[in-house]
């Protein structure tokens, strides 16, 4: 029994050390915080069963062993809300971990070394279990989620065939039940470090792919994102791209210094990420120029989104430059047929955009007759 605890001592040592690394990594990741918490109280559970009956004299070693074993619990049913994005339920957390403490000290001291007391003890462990199956069950689940699931009812039905287990194998019960937790804490551990491990890929993967100073798709994720909704849009009908390019960006570096430059991109970026709708994708694809890919969209409503950004950007003011200064940008705008490759229609857009900056800047050019909003124009408000 001695060895079996030592196994679970260091499985538990390495996997607080893993799970450590990546919340040091990342301090976002708050159910990280919590699933290490886990395995140090598992850890402790280990530690209390082997050590506590030597200091103390039963049923209060039982219950500190017991202790360990439901806060480990109640951490991991908080760690699965968090990481799911759910709310924590912290009231029914806070009185599943109070009843279960009452109920094991009170059958602990009433019926101390009995089977009554065991069984009281598993069964708490197991409704334990079962409350963080209920949280799971209510957030937002993937596929993969399922084995998550799986994982958590195997650790609760370990924990409610206990008094069976014991009923009908009483030599070798208690051994049973260890190297059940100990596989059950196996295949916990190495879910929760893949977990975590996913995350950190995907967000590392997401950080290569954006712009830092703008929040958009850098020309890389931008290309990726693209290919990715063409390949999986259901729709027949057009979507459009946009090229924009912000008028004398060099003049602006050179005049007001590259802080001032950056912050142009950054407040452009902020009015792209406002007006796009979900589904769209924005991009810096270059120094000063950006794209945008609107999802069901044809020419027209695309010209009239170019134009209200062209308008919301002129009008946009900068008090850490000059609060009177204003700056432009140009827009390209074409429709991209389902049937035809980005690439072509990233060409089309590019000589609207040159077309405008031709035909004085600070304005929308779209490409074709039937893609012109003739008629329709629009004006900054006047300063002040």
Not at 65 to 78: D, G, K, R, T, Y
Not at 108 to 116: I, L, R
Not at 217 to 236: C, D, E, T
Not at 278 to 293: A, H, K, L, N, P
């Amino acid at each position: 029994m001695t060895y079996i605890h030592a196994v679970n001592i260091g499985l538990a040592a390495a996997v607080i050390c893993g799970i450590a690394a990546e919340y040091l990594y990342d301090r976002s990741l708050k159910a990280a915080f919590w699933w290490m918490l886990t395995f140090v109280a598992l850890m402790l559970h280990s530690v209390a069963s082997v050590a506590a009956p030597l200091v103390f004299t039963e049923p209060v070693s039982g219950f500190i062993a017991f202790a360990f074993s439901i806060m480990a619990i109640s951490c991991l049913n908080v760690g699965i809300a968090q990481y799911f994005g759910s709310r924590v339920p912290w009231r029914l957390i806070d009185v599943v971990l109070v009843i279960a403490v009452v109920v094991n000290f009170v059958a602990g001291m009433t019926f101390p070394q009995s089977m009554v007391a065991s069984s009281t003890a598993a069964l708490l462990l197991a409704g334990a279990q079962a409350s963080g199956i209920a949280i799971l069950l209510g957030t937002k689940r993937g596929r993969r989620d399922r084995v998550f699931a799986t994982i958590l009812v195997l650790s609760t039905l370990n924990f409610a065939s206990r008094p069976f287990i014991e009923a009908f194998a009483p030599q070798g019960g208690a051994i049973a039940m260890h190297v059940n937790n100990t596989l059950v804490m196996i295949a916990l551990a190495n879910l929760l470090m893949l977990r975590l491990a996913t995350r950190l890929l995907k967000d590392m993967k997401g950080q290569s792919e954006t712009d830092s100073l703008s929040g958009l798709f850098n020309r890389h994720g931008f290309q990726v994102a693209v290919n990715g909704a063409r390949k999986l849009s259901q729709s027949v009908n057009p979507a459009s791209l946009i090229i924009c390019d912000l008028d004398h960006f060099k003049s602006i570096n050179d005049e007001h210094g590259h802080y001032a430059g950056d912050r142009v991109i950054a407040a452009f970026g902020r009015l792209v990420r406002a007006g796009a709708r979900d589904g769209d994708i924005c991009g810096r694809v270059g120094g000063e120029e950006f794209c945008v890919y609107l999802h069901n969209s044809d020419a027209r409503s695309a010209r009239l989104f170019a134009e209200w950004l062209r308008v919301a950007f002129s009008s946009t003011s900068y008090p850490e430059i000059d609060g009177n200064t204003r700056f432009t940008a140009s827009f390209g705008v074409t429709q991209v047929d389902s049937d035809e490759s980005i690439e072509a229609a990233y060409m089309r857009a590019d000589k609207a955009l040159y077309r405008a900056k031709r035909e004085g800047r600070n304005c929308v050019r779209s490409v074709g007759e039937a893609a012109e909003l003739s008629g329709i124009s629009f004006s900054p408000r006047p300063a002040g």
